[in-house]
């Protein structure tokens, strides 16, 4: 009996973290549909279930003799049952907080985030130590290290299930289905133990699968808003891609912003013709995303080859079946990373025309930076042009746009001779060795080219007035926009808080402030872990960042980054707890391995960059992560193993990994970058190490 | 985020409860029934506190306004009427109450100076390809989640980098670039009504136009001065729904009808400008209503600009307005008797054209700001003689 019992808790606890993982990525990608899509956002998420998280393992304490297997198992059913409700909740209620349609900032991001997961984090962080209390009722000896690695192995399951099974497959409904039938399983495996089993069982099972099948029945009608039609949809593994439909007109929707719609005449023109026009012939262009329209701009200077990289071949696919996009003779689609292709084509390009969204987040800023600029002009010919665009002006340019545009033309200067801006619907940066006509009207018309919106709009948006103002402001000495030291990501954060007409500096005072008192009540086992914790997600954070800036974004791989990071916690804390006996210079030890392994991935960066295997950054992550895991069952070991002590472990483990999330990818990337942030970290735990080399024997 | 009040509470979990019940066709009255349960009034609030402690730069005393025992003033130039006590800053960020005095910041320092085309207004009825000064001082008296000047609109006057021009400056230089007339418009003139009205007399004086690019949110009293010296105003009329001025906007739509009544007594030639954002203003019933109040109040003659939408600022989670929308609703407005409705932002629509509305040939072909036909012979058709309303060279 008490056999099958610890084995059911076990089984529960390794259901449990494949379901958390798996709703978590879902909550986090529905988050960046229905919110602003930075690193912000992925951060508050984080933060806001980690903290949610932690508070329900704290509310864990009040458990006691009366928690029993059969209550593990209906928390288990109460889990199943809120994670698509959570979902519909994240959807539905949108409209009710905010005005449909439009944008949140970081305040009402934050509140609402924190608002919809509440049922589900905290239920979640209470079922961990709750499944330990648990055991101790049935079996006193049961260690806590046990219910940390079977959480360990279900956390990997889960990201293993997803990153490389789910994410291709179903939509977020169907995952939150399959991800927790292994859980539902187990719940009515015990269930069936209890009193009155058939008629708890049949109601339990009922509600869930009725929970379960509901959301995917609400799938797509809780993504269609009223008066439209969603006339296509398809979850990719870079987000989401709808179309919606309305009197005769597709809208191409990518992770919930409009991206498409008919054509664009005004961007598509001034896009295509501003760079084009300036090339007495047009062999090759390469188009690193693109707007509707552009196609049929591209045609009208008779291109020999036209490549079309876009890393989402579902986007891709839709924007041509759709008509948002024509295609062309010449024209090959090329399903890839756009900076990764610049680094495996041998091709040479006359026009290299940029096609993204602001550079509001670290995998657009990529192709914004000084390493980008400098790859880009390799692949350019004698007389080649490279153009971009960043949102314009309409009547005043505030300072932190000012700096932002002089940033981006002072790096894109280190590379090319000249560096000419258009302030159009966008501003327009055309790059390259010689000087650029900014008459754009006279230069169309030699080609004897026809436009609608250029030949209109040309000479009263684009004025000499205009044009003197915009270099006015932006001839100031602006720092480059580097790969590790994105100075354009903070200026995009200053941007978002000022639309909002709001300011971080409140939540991050009342985060220094909560992080102080709880710092200050805790022992130096819980600040080891808590340091832990923030360290393990930070490098995480870290390495995601350096392989997107190295190799491209490529999604398989980010999930074997997190699936790594998961994976090393688990033999860490099985050889954590073999030699637990050992103590207090375990902790130590294990710090400086960490301080040591964040020095490497320095080096590494800055010595070997892109020359190394990518399974190089695979290996450190599973290296640091078994450091990290190394250290729980030593400080549970040092705390005494008990109920109390367990759970305040597991807190400062879930409280730290919410803060490293927060500090690292919000305040301490975008403000020091990637460099000054690895040592901030090492230094963190060097504290660490030091207040345990300090511990009175 | 707005408050969670408890009607909206209950609207909201009866609508998320039935949602699980229901079968997918009435998933999308379920949303609608949350959106209307969503946030209901966006109208900016006094910033309590927030005055400087003296008159920044050139700030003048208000125009219109009272005072109250206890040194609080009520400002007079809007409907918002704000009550501002002591060191109190209004609704529009440019008034501001500095000891029992009422202060406009934003005097003499504009932050926009442009010649603009007069097309670009739009103006469309109104000395064509003529060019006018347009400037802009910080504030404005809305919160349009759709702003396109937010920049400038949406802030303290003295957070802006600014020019210094007085009144007699800005027609100085309007005079030495050609333009033949100053436009107060970009962010909202309104609230730097002073300024705008000191600068619109001298233009006036001078032979200069004055052009009046506005939310139309004024009251009856200043609106009468200005009339005094304007000659054209284009003057948004947002949506033709009270609800969606609050919702959208954070006004009332009210007074802004006022405005158009006022202009049309005082024989001042406006436009009217609608943005079609779609889900709030493409709607059928509100628009006939609105066709139908402009017929029979204002007359067939005032030109309607139709504005394809595109996500702007924090509304930009909206679909652009399909050309179809534009292209039925100017028909339907032109169907109920308006004579000149014009679709804008879809370069080559012919809604970016004049017809003659008696013979219906056309009179003034426009690519953008160009005008490549001109059929008119000072305010008549070439073609059929019918005299054409509006201001023509």
Same mark, same amino acid.
């Given at each position: 009996?008490?056999?099958?019992?610890?084995?059911?808790?076990?089984?529960? %606890?390794?259901?449990?973290?494949?379901?958390?993982?798996?709703?978590?990525?879902?909550?986090?990608?529905?988050?960046?549909? =229905?919110?602003?899509?930075?690193?912000?956002?992925?951060?508050?998420?984080?933060?806001?279930?980690?903290?949610?998280?932690?508070?329900?393992?704290?509310?864990?304490?009040?458990?006691?003799?009366?928690?029993?297997?059969?209550?593990?198992?209906?928390?288990?059913?109460?889990?199943?049952?809120?994670?698509?409700?959570?979902?519909?909740?994240? #959807?539905?209620?949108?409209?009710?907080?905010?005005?449909?349609?439009?944008?949140?900032? +970081?305040?009402?991001?934050?509140?609402?985030? +924190?608002?919809?997961?509440?049922?589900?984090?905290?239920?979640?962080? @209470?079922?961990?130590? *709750?499944?330990?209390?648990?055991?101790?009722?049935?079996?006193? $000896?049961?260690?806590?290290?046990?219910?940390?690695?079977?959480?360990?192995?279900?956390?990997?399951?889960?990201?293993?299930?997803?990153?490389?099974?789910?994410?291709?497959?179903?939509?977020?409904?169907?995952?939150?289905?399959?991800?927790?039938?292994?859980?539902?399983?187990?719940?009515?495996?015990?269930?069936?133990?209890?009193?009155?089993?058939?008629?708890?069982?049949?109601?339990?099972?009922?509600?869930?699968?009725?929970?379960?099948?509901?959301?995917?029945?609400?799938?797509?009608?809780?993504?269609?808003?009223?008066?439209?039609?969603?006339?296509?949809?398809?979850?990719?593994?870079?987000?989401?891609?709808?179309?919606?439909?309305?009197?005769?007109?597709?809208?191409?929707?990518?992770?919930?912003?409009? %991206?498409?719609?008919?054509?664009?005449?005004?961007?598509?023109?001034?896009?295509?013709?501003?760079?084009?026009?300036?090339?007495?012939?047009?062999?090759?262009?390469?188009?690193?995303?693109?707007?509707?329209?552009?196609?049929?701009?591209?045609?009208?200077?008779?291109?020999?080859?036209?490549?079309?990289?876009?890393?989402?071949?579902?986007?891709?696919?839709?924007?041509?079946?759709?008509?948002?996009?024509?295609?062309?003779?010449?024209?090959? #689609?090329?399903?890839?990373?756009?900076?990764?292709?610049?680094?495996?084509?041998?091709?040479?390009?006359?026009?290299?025309?940029?096609?993204?969204?602001?550079?509001?987040? @670290?995998?657009?800023?990529?192709?914004?930076?000084?390493?980008?600029?400098?790859?880009?002009?390799?692949?350019?010919?004698?007389?080649?042009?490279?153009?971009?665009?960043?949102?314009? @002006?309409?009547?005043?340019?505030?300072?932190?746009?000012?700096?932002?545009?002089?940033?981006?033309?002072?790096?894109?200067?280190?590379?090319?001779?000249?560096?000419?801006?258009?302030?159009?619907?966008?501003?327009?940066?055309?790059?390259?060795?010689?000087?650029?006509?900014?008459?754009?009207?006279?230069?169309?018309?030699?080609?004897?080219?026809?436009?609608?919106?250029?030949?209109?709009?040309?000479?009263?948006? %684009?004025?000499?007035?205009?044009?003197? *103002?915009?270099?006015?402001?932006?001839?100031?000495?602006?720092?480059?926009?580097?790969?590790?030291?994105?100075?354009?990501?903070?200026?995009? *954060?200053?941007?978002?808080?000022? #639309?909002? $007409?709001?300011?971080?500096?409140?939540?991050?005072?009342?985060?220094?402030?909560?992080?102080?008192?709880?710092?200050?009540?805790? $022992?130096?086992?819980?600040?080891?872990?808590?340091?832990?914790?923030?360290?393990?997600?930070?490098?995480?954070?870290?390495?995601?960042?350096?392989?997107?800036?190295?190799?491209? *974004?490529?999604?398989? =791989?980010?999930?074997?980054?997190?699936?790594?990071?998961?994976?090393?916690?688990?033999?860490?804390?099985?050889?954590?707890?073999?030699?637990?006996?050992?103590?207090?210079?375990?902790?130590?030890?294990?710090?400086?391995?960490?301080?040591?392994?964040?020095?490497?991935?320095?080096?590494?960066?800055?010595?070997?960059?892109?020359?190394?295997?990518?399974?190089?950054?695979?290996?450190?992550?599973?290296?640091?992560?078994?450091?990290?895991?190394?250290?729980?069952?030593?400080?549970?070991?040092?705390?005494?193993?008990?109920?109390?002590? %367990?759970?305040?472990?597991?807190?400062?483990?879930?409280?730290?990994?919410?803060?490293?999330?927060?500090?690292? $990818?919000?305040?301490?990337?975008?403000?020091?970058?990637?460099?000054?942030?690895?040592?901030?970290?090492?230094?963190?735990?060097?504290?660490?190490?030091?207040?345990?080399?300090?511990?009175?024997? | 985020?707005?408050?969670?009040?408890?009607?909206?509470?209950?609207?909201?979990?009866?609508?998320? &409860?039935?949602?699980?019940?229901?079968?997918?066709?009435?998933?999308?009255?379920?949303?609608?029934?949350?959106?209307?349960?969503?946030?209901?009034?966006?109208?900016?609030?006094?910033?309590?506190?927030?005055?400087?402690?003296?008159?920044?730069?050139?700030?003048?005393?208000?125009?219109?306004?009272?005072?109250?025992?206890?040194?609080?003033?009520?400002?007079?130039?809007?409907?918002?009427?704000? &009550?501002?006590?002591?060191?109190?800053?209004?609704?529009?960020?440019?008034?501001?109450?500095?000891?029992?005095?009422?202060?406009?910041?934003?005097?003499?320092?504009?932050?926009? &100076?442009?010649?603009?085309?007069? /097309?670009?207004?739009?103006?469309?009825?109104?000395?064509?390809?003529?060019?006018?000064?347009?400037?802009?001082?910080?504030?404005?008296?809305?919160?349009?989640?759709?702003?396109?000047?937010?920049?400038?609109?949406? &802030?303290?006057?003295?957070?802006?980098?600014?020019?210094?021009?007085?009144?007699?400056?800005?027609?100085?230089?309007?005079?030495?670039?050609?333009?033949?007339?100053?436009?107060?418009?970009?962010?909202?003139?309104?609230?730097?009504? /002073?300024?705008?009205?000191?600068?619109?007399?001298?233009?006036?004086?001078?032979?200069?136009?004055?052009?009046?690019?506005?939310?139309?949110?004024?009251?009856?009293?200043?609106?009468?001065?200005?009339?005094?010296?304007?000659?054209?105003?284009?003057?948004?009329?947002?949506?033709?729904?009270?609800?969606?001025?609050?919702?959208?906007?954070?006004?009332?739509?009210?007074?802004?009808?006022?405005?158009?009544?006022?202009?049309?007594?005082?024989?001042?030639?406006?436009?009217?400008?609608?943005?079609?954002?779609?889900?709030?203003?493409?709607?059928?019933?509100?628009?006939?209503?609105?066709?139908?109040?402009?017929? /029979?109040?204002?007359?067939?003659?005032?030109?309607?600009?139709?504005?394809?939408?595109?996500?702007?600022?924090?509304?930009?989670?909206?679909?652009?307005?399909?050309?179809?929308?534009?292209?039925?609703?100017?028909?339907?407005?032109?169907?109920?008797?308006?004579?000149?409705?014009?679709?804008?932002?879809?370069?080559?629509?012919?809604?970016?054209?004049?017809?003659?509305?008696?013979?219906?040939?056309?009179?003034?072909?426009?690519?953008?700001?160009?005008?490549?036909?001109?059929?008119?012979?000072?305010?008549?058709?070439?073609?059929?003689?019918?005299?054409?309303?509006?201001?023509?060279?």
């Amino acid at each position: 009996m008490k056999k099958s019992a610890d084995r059911h808790i076990r089984f529960i %606890v390794i259901a449990t973290g494949i379901a958390s993982v798996v709703t978590q990525i879902v909550v986090i990608r529905e988050f960046l549909t =229905q919110f602003n899509g930075n690193e912000f956002v992925i951060a508050l998420i984080l933060f806001n279930w980690l903290l949610l998280g932690g508070m329900g393992t704290f509310m864990a304490r009040a458990a006691g003799k009366k928690a029993s297997l059969l209550r593990l198992a209906l928390i288990s059913v109460g889990l199943i049952v809120m994670a698509p409700l959570e979902l519909l909740m994240i #959807r539905y209620f949108r409209d009710v907080f905010f005005i449909y349609g439009s944008s949140a900032g +970081f305040y009402s991001t934050f509140a609402y985030a +924190f608002l919809t997961i509440v049922p589900y984090g905290l239920l979640l962080g @209470f079922a961990l130590p *709750y499944s330990l209390v648990t055991a101790r009722n049935i079996l006193p $000896s049961f260690s806590g290290t046990r219910v940390y690695i079977a959480d360990n192995i279900g956390d990997t399951l889960g990201g293993i299930l997803f990153s490389f099974a789910l994410v291709a497959w179903v939509t977020p409904f169907q995952a939150l289905c399959i991800a927790h039938l292994p859980l539902l399983y187990l719940a009515m495996v015990v269930l069936a133990h209890g009193s009155r089993p058939k008629t708890t069982m049949a109601i339990a099972g009922a509600v869930c699968l009725f929970a379960l099948a509901a959301g995917m029945a609400l799938e797509k009608g809780s993504l269609t808003p009223p008066g439209m039609t969603l006339s296509y949809y398809q979850e990719s593994r870079y987000g989401r891609i709808a179309v919606y439909s309305d009197r005769k007109q597709h809208t191409l929707y990518l992770d919930g912003k409009p %991206v498409m719609a008919g054509a664009d005449t005004a961007l598509a023109e001034e896009s295509v013709h501003y760079p084009l026009s300036q090339l007495p012939s047009v062999n090759g262009v390469l188009l690193i995303s693109a707007q509707g329209g552009m196609m049929a701009e591209v045609a009208k200077h008779r291109p020999a080859f036209v490549d079309y990289v876009e890393i989402d071949p579902v986007l891709s696919d839709a924007a041509f079946a759709f008509g948002f996009l024509e295609n062309l003779s010449g024209l090959t #689609r090329i399903h890839e990373d756009g900076r990764a292709w610049l680094y495996l084509t041998e091709t040479t390009y006359d026009a290299l025309i940029l096609s993204l969204p602001e550079p509001d987040t @670290f995998q657009i800023n990529r192709f914004f930076t000084d390493a980008f600029f400098n790859i880009a002009k390799t692949r350019l010919g004698d007389g080649g042009i490279l153009s971009f665009s960043v949102t314009g @002006f309409d009547n005043y340019i505030r300072d932190e746009q000012a700096v932002k545009i002089a940033s981006l033309r002072n790096t894109a200067k280190k590379h090319f001779k000249h560096v000419a801006l258009l302030p159009g619907e966008k501003i327009h940066f055309l790059c390259a060795d010689f000087a650029p006509d900014t008459d754009i009207v006279a230069l169309l018309d030699v080609k004897n080219i026809q436009t609608d919106y250029i030949h209109g709009l040309f000479h009263g948006n %684009v004025t000499a007035d205009r044009t003197a *103002y915009l270099y006015e402001h932006v001839n100031i000495d602006a720092p480059l926009n580097r790969d590790f030291s994105p100075h354009l990501m903070r200026l995009m *954060y200053k941007d978002w808080f000022a #639309r909002f $007409s709001t300011s971080p500096t409140g939540f991050l005072v009342t985060l220094a402030l909560f992080f102080s008192i709880y710092l200050a009540r805790s $022992s130096r086992e819980e600040f080891v872990l808590f340091s832990t914790g923030c360290v393990l997600m930070g490098s995480q954070i870290l390495i995601i960042f350096a392989f997107q800036i190295l190799f491209g *974004y490529i999604y398989e =791989q980010i999930g074997w980054i997190v699936t790594v990071f998961l994976a090393g916690l688990l033999p860490g804390a099985m050889f954590g707890h073999r030699i637990r006996a050992h103590g207090a210079k375990i902790l130590i030890i294990a710090d400086g391995a960490l301080m040591a392994l964040l020095l490497v991935f320095l080096f590494l960066i800055t010595y070997a960059g892109d020359r190394l295997p990518p399974a190089a950054f695979l290996i450190l992550g599973l290296s640091m992560s078994a450091a990290c895991g190394i250290q729980m069952p030593v400080a549970l070991y040092l705390r005494g193993d008990k109920k109390s002590g %367990v759970i305040q472990a597991f807190s400062a483990d879930l409280i730290g990994a919410a803060a490293g999330t927060l500090i690292t $990818s919000v305040i301490l990337i975008p403000y020091i970058g990637i460099i000054w942030t690895t040592l901030c970290l090492a230094g963190l735990k060097l504290i660490s190490a030091g207040l345990m080399y300090a511990r009175p024997s | 985020m707005n408050q969670l009040t408890r009607r909206r509470f209950l609207v909201s979990g009866a609508a998320a &409860v039935c949602t699980a019940a229901l079968p997918g066709p009435a998933l999308a009255g379920v949303r609608g029934l949350l959106q209307k349960a969503g946030p209901d009034d966006v109208t900016g609030v006094i910033f309590k506190g927030d005055a400087p402690r003296h008159p920044w730069k050139w700030s003048k005393e208000a125009f219109d306004y009272h005072r109250l025992p206890d040194q609080s003033v009520v400002c007079g130039i809007c409907p918002h009427g704000c &009550v501002l006590e002591k060191q109190d800053r209004g609704i529009c960020r440019s008034k501001v109450n500095i000891n029992g005095k009422l202060y406009s910041l934003a005097y003499g320092n504009p932050c926009s &100076v442009n010649i603009d085309p007069v /097309e670009k207004k739009p103006l469309f009825h109104f000395h064509p390809r003529s060019t006018n000064l347009s400037i802009a001082a910080a504030g404005c008296n809305f919160r349009c989640l759709n702003c396109q000047n937010w920049e400038i609109s949406q &802030v303290y006057p003295e957070s802006l980098r600014t020019y210094e021009l007085f009144p007699a400056q800005v027609v100085e230089k309007a005079i030495e670039v050609k333009a033949e007339a100053v436009a107060y418009t970009y962010s909202e003139a309104i609230s730097y009504f /002073e300024y705008m009205i000191d600068t619109a007399r001298v233009a006036h004086e001078k032979g200069l136009y004055n052009l009046w690019i506005s939310n139309g949110y004024i009251n009856p009293a200043p609106l009468d001065v200005l009339c005094d010296v304007l000659d054209a105003a284009n003057i948004n009329l947002k949506c033709f729904s009270d609800d969606v001025y609050r919702k959208l906007n954070g006004g009332r739509l009210g007074p802004v009808l006022e405005t158009f009544k006022a202009l049309h007594k005082r024989n001042v030639h406006f436009e009217i400008t609608t943005l079609m954002v779609p889900g709030y203003v493409d709607d059928p019933e509100i628009f006939s209503a609105m066709c139908r109040w402009i017929i /029979e109040n204002l007359g067939p003659d005032y030109p309607l600009h139709l504005l394809r939408f595109f996500p702007r600022y924090k509304l930009d989670r909206l679909p652009p307005t399909p050309v179809a929308t534009l292209t039925e609703f100017r028909q339907f407005a032109m169907k109920k008797g308006i004579r000149y409705v014009y679709v804008g932002n879809v370069p080559g629509h012919e809604g970016n054209h004049t017809y003659c509305h008696h013979c219906g040939k056309l009179l003034i072909e426009r690519q953008g700001y160009l005008i490549k036909t001109y059929d008119l012979e000072k305010n008549i058709c070439k073609h059929c003689k019918t005299v054409i309303p509006g201001r023509w060279t």
